[in-house]
């Protein structure tokens, strides 16, 4: 036996609609607004801004392409997890878990919680001590809507997603029939301090990579979806697309809306776009960047501990994780666990948005082990029926591996502190590994 399974199973809830909504929401947050203003400081041409977003897009569709195959093979929960682990051995998907539990999306919930609470704080004059309560608040509200019931958890994500989007969309329309900047696409690229286009290029896109990063976390939720051989894929897929036009419209805006050298020097980039236009255009974004926050904050807080539960089911965590309530049908105590570390990470944790830089690294390179896996899976389970096929096998995975390693190398070259932070932890959860392995051997 391995792990905890006894007791009831997660309730399948989650349709394409939902799922396709956790997709978007879990990319868009807080980046948006803030990624441009750095993109622009590094390329200044608009053109290339436009076509560093634009190439952004296409590297995320090509990985929702690669990851849908693998979401239409194995509809369970816990998603990339469980790719990695029939790919590469328990090692690897303990790995991946142990990073998304101990730093990505705990200390994510941690940033966003905070953000939330800021910007509210902006509105509402909320002192340092009120915005860390706040957010504190906002991590035990989104952590019982979840424990709740998954359709709650679900109705959560629409709603909130659906404002966020309606936000960026009157920003769009804002930038787009109101502003005033016609933009020179001719501009000549002027790279900074005698940079060349490629070098420049590449660094820039970190952050748009980073902006776009969140679309396999409806692949997480696979063991509560309605057909999820099929809902999975097309969810990932559909959320890479439409984050990829939302992202390009907006920056057109931004451009329609400030002079470059004004977008890349700004702290408050929507906020000062707007306000161009808008009188009251500070309050209104900060109000839409709450909303976007705790949309993400719940969305998270919804999809990660479902890595934790599939790795207790499979004996290489604490077995109490693979409980589900027998009422709620959630696993209770992986979204407790995720959310009591997260509020640690806020309160005495005051350096966890680095650690999230730290890590960025290690998850890049799962991505490119999991787009891997392709090619295994291809060879291994070749008469397993496929309810879905990436398009333009082998290239589509193989852009995606290969854009995956240019960005691993360039954050080793660029920022070793980071990347070798990020190898540090991965070698300290291997004691744990070794402990959970010989349980789970001794069980057996």
């Not at 909320?126 to 809507?145: C, N, Q, R």
């Not at 004004?262 to 408050?268: F, I």
């Not at 919804?302 to 539960?309: D, E, K, M, V």
Request: net charge positive; aromatic share 14%; hydrophobic share 55%.
């Amino acid at each position: 036996m391995s792990g905890d399974r006894t007791g009831p199973d997660l309730k399948k809830e989650l349709r394409l609609y939902g799922l396709t909504m956790i997709a978007i929401g879990s990319c868009i947050g807080s980046g948006i607004f803030l990624t441009p203003s750095q993109i622009a400081g590094h390329l200044e041409a608009p053109l290339m801004i436009l076509v560093v977003w634009a190439v952004g897009g296409i590297i995320t569709l090509t990985g929702a392409l690669t990851f849908a195959e693998l979401g239409g093979l194995f509809p369970q929960a816990g998603g990339v997890y469980v790719y990695l682990r029939q790919a590469y051995g328990d090692l690897f998907g303990f790995l991946y878990g142990w990073a998304y539990l101990i730093v990505i999306t705990s200390g994510a919930n941690a940033a966003l919680s905070i953000a939330t609470a800021t910007y509210l704080g902006y509105i509402f004059h909320l002192s340092a001590a009120g915005i860390k309560l706040a957010a504190v608040v906002f991590l035990f509200v989104v952590t019982g809507i979840n424990i709740l019931r998954v359709k709650a958890a679900e109705v959560f994500t629409n709603v909130f997603t659906g404002l966020k989007l309606l936000g960026i969309f009157a920003v769009i329309g804002v930038g787009l029939f109101w502003g005033k900047i016609n933009i020179n696409f001719g501009a000549a690229f002027q790279g900074k301090e005698g940079g060349s286009l490629a070098g420049v290029f590449g660094i820039a896109l970190i952050g748009v990579l980073w902006s776009y990063g969140g679309w396999q976390h409806a692949s997480f939720v696979a063991g509560e979806a309605r057909n999820a051989q099929r809902t999975i894929p097309r969810a990932m897929v559909l959320g890479a697309l439409v984050v990829a036009v939302v992202y390009l419209l907006t920056n057109l805006a931004y451009l329609r809306l400030l002079p470059v050298d004004v977008l890349a020097a700004s702290d408050s980039l929507a906020a000062d776009a707007v306000s161009t236009i808008v009188p009251f255009g500070g309050v209104l974004v900060a109000l839409i960047i709450a909303v976007s926050c705790f949309g993400t904050l719940g969305i998270y807080t919804l999809s990660a501990p479902r890595i934790y539960y599939a790795m207790a089911q499979d004996g290489l965590f604490f077995p109490t994780l693979a409980r589900v309530h027998p009422r709620f049908r959630t696993p209770v105590y992986a979204i407790l666990v995720q959310s009591i570390w997260a509020v640690f990470l806020l309160l005495f944790w005051g350096t966890f948005e680095d650690l999230i830089t730290y890590v960025v690294f290690t998850d890049w390179i799962f991505f490119g082990l999991t787009a891997a896996s392709i090619f295994i899976f291809r060879r291994r389970l070749k008469n397993k029926p496929r309810p879905y096929k990436t398009p333009g096998y082998p290239f589509v995975p193989f852009i995606f591996i290969s854009i995956t390693f240019l960005f691993v190398a360039n954050a080793l070259i660029e920022k070793p502190k980071h990347a070798w932070a990020g190898l540090i932890l991965m070698v300290a959860a291997l004691p744990f590994y070794v402990f959970f392995k010989r349980k789970k051997s001794s069980r057996e």
